[in-house]
Structures are given as C-alpha cells and as structure tokens.
C-alpha cells in the first residue's frame, strides 16, 4: 500500500512558475512509476507525465513539454512537477498516483494516459493561474 500527499498549489500569475510535490509513504516508493494527472472543473482528469522509477525517463503531454519537468527523490520518497511559464488553461486539481505495471520509455505508450493503469492516487492539490 502507497499512500501519496500532493501539497504545494496556490494561485501564482501567467508567466510565472510554480513546484508542486507528492510525498508517498511506504518503503517501496522506488519501485513504482509515478505520474502526474490534472482536472480542471467540468473536465476529465487528463494525463500530464510520467517519470520512470530510476528518475532517468520521462514522458509528458504535448501542451506542456518544455515547460513542465517531473522528477523525483527516491531517498525523500518524493516526486516534483515543477512547472514554467504557466498559463491560465493550467489551471486545475494537480494529481500524483503510483503505477506498479508501467516501465516508461521515451518513446511513449498510450498506456501512460490510462488512469485504470495506475494503482495509488493522491487527492490533489489546486494550482490557480491568473491571467
């Protein structure tokens, strides 16, 4: 069992940067993938990145690739999405869950986007952009 807590949202300006993180607790942190999804209201959860478990590859959606980086500390059992040059339309409850059956390369898999492929959520954390 991983439990995961999101913290580190708030309301920042359009152009500005923002690091959330995901504190998971157990022994095993290192053994999962670990993704980052986000919700905005009246929208489905959407896929935002993923990070292997060695922290040596990552994958992200392509409205955020150049600006988002996902990484992580597996001795702090700690995974980051630090985001730049924000902008209003990423506005939303910001997610990380666990995937124990996801190896990611870079060369990417539909199977990252899959919300059923990931075994432990976080409850999120709100990241408001004002424009």
Avoid at 47 to 63: N, Q
Wanted: hydrophobic share 30%; glycine share 12%; net charge positive.
């Amino acid at each position: 069992q991983v439990q995961l807590v999101e913290s580190g949202g708030g309301l920042v300006q359009a152009g500005d940067s923002l690091t959330v993180s995901c504190a998971a607790s157990g022994r095993t942190f290192s053994s999962y993938a670990m993704g980052w999804f986000r919700q905005a209201p009246g929208k489905e959860r959407v896929f935002v990145g993923i990070i292997s478990r060695g922290g040596g590859t990552t994958y992200y959606r392509d409205s955020v690739k150049g600006r988002f980086t996902i990484s992580r500390d597996n001795e702090k059992n700690t995974v980051y999405l630090q985001m730049n040059s924000l902008k209003p339309e990423d506005s939303a409850v910001y997610y990380c869950a666990a995937a124990q059956n996801l190896y990611p390369r870079s060369g990417g898999s539909l199977r990252y986007r899959q919300r059923s492929e990931y075994d432990y959520w976080g409850q999120g954390t709100q990241v408001t952009v004002s424009s």
